[in-house]
Structure formats: C-alpha cells, structure tokens
C-alpha cells in the first residue's frame, strides 16, 4: 500500500491521541479512588454492622431491666399489703407468723431482684459506651467515605474531560487523512489495542522497541518514501522521519 509520506506522519499524531486515550480508558478501570471508594464501603458497612448490634445489646438490656424493675414492684407491692396486714392487727397469731415468714422471703426476693437490677445498669453502661463507640466510628467512616466518593468523582471527572479532548483531537486528525491509510489504521488499532502506527526511531519501532535488522532493515532502507510500512513483530505502521537511521 502507498501513501503520501505527509499523510503517513499525520498518523504519528493519530496514535499520540489513541495512545492518551488507552490510557485514560485504563485509568478509569483500575482508578485507585475507586478502590478507595470500594475499601470505605466494606468499613462504612462493617461498623454500620456494629451498630446495629450494640443497639440489639442495649434493647436487650432495656427489656431485661424494665421486667427486673417490674418484679422488684410486685415484691414491694406484696410487701406493703403484707406490712399493712400485720400493722392493722386483724391477722391470727398463725397468720401473723405466716405473714413475718412471707415479709421475709419477700425482702430476701426484693433485695436479690435490686442487686440484678444494679448489676444490669452496670451492664448497660457498658453497653451504652460500646454503642457510643460504634456510633462513632460510624460517623469517622461515613466521612471518609464521603471523601472518597468526592475523590473518585473528582477523578472520574477529569478523565472525562481528557478523553472529550483527546477524542477532538483524535477527530480533527483523522478528518485529514485519506479513506484508505485510516481505515488501515483503524485495523491495527483495534488489534493492538493502543495504537496503529509507530514512530520509526533509530531503526527501533516506538511501538514494541523492537529493533530492525536484517532483511526488515534493508525493505525499509530502500523503501519508496510513500511505501507504508509494517513492523514484522507488532504490525503497527512503521512512519519513517529524519531520526529514523536508515
């Protein structure tokens, strides 16, 4: 295939744009503030974990402290009418010694009921500091992951950007070379994924770094200036300037 030698260098500034544009495209893929965003999600989610269960602990503790409590008022409920009984003096002899029997275990039950209820709220202080822990840790990773989604955004924003201005770019370039040379372009772009043309420099392909010698040295040696040539190793259009040592 021929082309004008021109044409052949336009392509230099054809894959300087797709080369930019690779490399945009991979950024966005393995974007670290999208890791970040990712790695603040599983703490922001674990702590929130947390909470939910320092919040069970602490319900849990409010129900088994407002039954003790409840206990502890039947017993001082039956105490006070048992009291009254005794005071009012209308009891039997055997009543009234049933009564001090009762009045007893009651006070045993009522002081055992008191220590549990004691022992609870200090079980729920604890409790609590755990929550108010969680809580705030909650708080600490919500804000660092707000950060991280404002870092990603930010990041993602100005890849944008660049890829809107390489593909301009890569658009006003490509309008000024003919039909033919670009659509071979195109070819090898796709299949190295990058770019479709290379820099000859020092009879090393830009390219792959492959070095010419031999019967590939002599070929692009004594090629025809609109000769397109191809690198025998990444295929790439091989564009031939004034440093390329031949």
């Known amino acids: 295939m021929k082309a004008d030698h021109f044409d052949q260098q336009k392509l230099l500034a ?63 409920q039956r105490v006070a009418r048992d009291r009254q009984r005794l005071d009012g003096g209308t009891a039997s002899p055997k009543e009234m010694t049933g009564l001090q029997h009762e009045l007893e275990s009651l006070a045993r039950r009522q002081s055992d009921l008191e220590d549990q209820v004691l022992e609870l709220m200090e079980r729920r202080e604890t409790a609590d500091a755990a929550l108010a822990e969680a809580e705030g840790g909650l708080a600490t990773a919500r804000a660092a992951l707000q950060r991280a989604v404002e870092a990603r955004d930010a990041a993602l924003a100005d890849i944008t950007e660049g890829t809107t201005r390489h593909e301009a770019a890569r658009a006003e370039v490509a309008a000024t070379v003919p039909a033919p040379l670009l659509a071979l372009y195109d070819r090898v772009r796709v299949q190295t994924g990058t770019s479709g043309a290379a820099r000859l420099h020092a009879r090393r392909c830009e390219g792959c770094r492959i070095e010419l010698y031999g019967n590939e040295l002599s070929t692009a040696r004594n090629a025809d200036p609109h000769e397109v040539l191809r690198c025998e190793n990444c295929n790439r259009i091989l564009v031939r300037t004034a440093d390329s040592g031949l």
């Open 14 to 76: 054809l894959a300087a744009e797709d080369i930019a544009l690779a490399q945009l495209a991979h950024r966005r893929r393995t974007l670290p503030e999208g890791a970040a965003v990712t790695a603040a999600e599983d703490a922001e989610r674990e702590l929130a974990g947390d909470v939910v269960r320092a919040e069970t602990v602490v319900r849990d503790l409010d129900r088994e402290q407002k039954r003790l409590e409840a206990d502890v008022d039947v017993v001082a």
